[in-house]
């Protein structure tokens, strides 16, 4: 199921991209209200996946949907 690969690997990018936000706010003693929320999307995106996948993800699963979904990209 494609869809389902797309948002669990858009999830997890959009949850790598928003560490270094955190870490930058944290350092410069500021409140990470932006980053913060860009963390709960992409949470909500990755349980979305999670939950409506028919048998799931299991974290072997992960590099394969990341190829499926970079192969849909490319062709």
Request: net charge positive; aromatic share 10%; glycine share 8%.
């Amino acid at each position: 199921m494609l869809q389902f690969d797309l948002f669990l690997i858009g999830g997890l990018v959009i949850f790598v991209l928003a560490l270094p936000a955190i870490a930058s706010a944290v350092t410069d003693r500021r409140s990470p209200r932006v980053a913060a929320v860009v963390l709960i999307l992409a949470g909500g995106m990755i349980a979305y996946a999670v939950a409506m996948k028919p048998g799931g993800y299991s974290i072997s699963d992960v590099p394969d949907a990341a190829m499926r979904v970079v192969a849909y990209f490319i062709r």
